[in-house]
């Protein structure tokens, strides 16, 4: 069997330029898959980046949204204390004091002598008044005492009960309570700034107001 060269020889330059163009299409094809999957990783990183801005966006959102709800009922908490649950010290105190002697009547317990002292609070705009007396009287007749001060409709707080029971009375107490309640200061003046050592003048100093004492 013969080989014809020269038919072989006219179509090496073919077969070559087709193997160069497979080749070409192979490294095109390569290369664009590369970066097909480069970019798609990219974008992948991308997305999952923008996703945590967006989750963080909207946690911050939740976060502000809160703290407005949070700020919201303060201030209606604030704006009910100042506005309804207490009064000045002019317009409240004789109902406070009224309150007091009907809440020692309802629960039958008798207090020889109850003591009343009003005095400002620091840096904020309310008079406070400490209501102190002592009672003796059965442990039912305190407990139902006790809850009606905590019941009370008035702004009223029991801040300190001294106890003891009577050695020569058995099931009767010695107790002695102190009530706290607030008035609304309406000429509060803002409290000045302290002034830096060295800084104040002789007469800068003021004294604060002393407390006012009723017993009733």
């Known amino acids: 069997m013969k080989i014809d060269l020269g038919v072989w020889g006219r179509r090496l330059p073919l077969v070559a330029a087709a193997v160069l163009f497979a080749g070409a299409n192979l490294a095109v094809f390569l290369a664009y898959r590369s ?6 990783a ?7 980046e923008l996703k945590g801005v967006v989750e963080k966006q909207e946690a911050d959102a939740a976060r502000v949204a809160g703290q407005r709800e949070r700020l919201g009922s303060v201030s209606a908490a604030m704006e009910t204390f100042y506005g309804k649950r207490i009064g000045s010290e002019r317009e409240t105190l004789a109902p406070v004091v009224e309150e007091v002697h009907a809440i020692l009547k309802e629960a039958g317990v008798a207090a020889p002598q109850i003591s009343y002292q009003t005095s400002p609070v620091l840096k904020l705009p309310l008079v406070q008044m400490r209501v102190s007396f002592g009672v003796h009287c059965d442990y039912a007749r305190f407990k139902r005492l006790l809850r009606a001060f ?13 106890i003891s029971r009577d050695s020569g009375q058995p099931g009767q107490v010695q107790v002695q309570v102190e009530l706290v309640t607030y008035f609304a200061d309406r000429d509060a003046a803002p409290v ?4 830096a050592p060295g800084k104040a003048s002789a007469g800068a100093r003021a ?3 002393a407390p006012t004492r009723r017993t009733g």
């Open 35 to 40: 970066s097909t999957q480069t970019r798609r």
């Open 42 to 48: 990219a974008l992948e990183a991308r997305r999952d």
């Open 150 to 162: 905590e019941t009370s409709k008035a702004w009223l707080v029991v801040r300190d009960i001294s």
């Open 192 to 195: 000045p700034e302290r002034p």
């Open 207 to 209: 004294k604060a107001p």
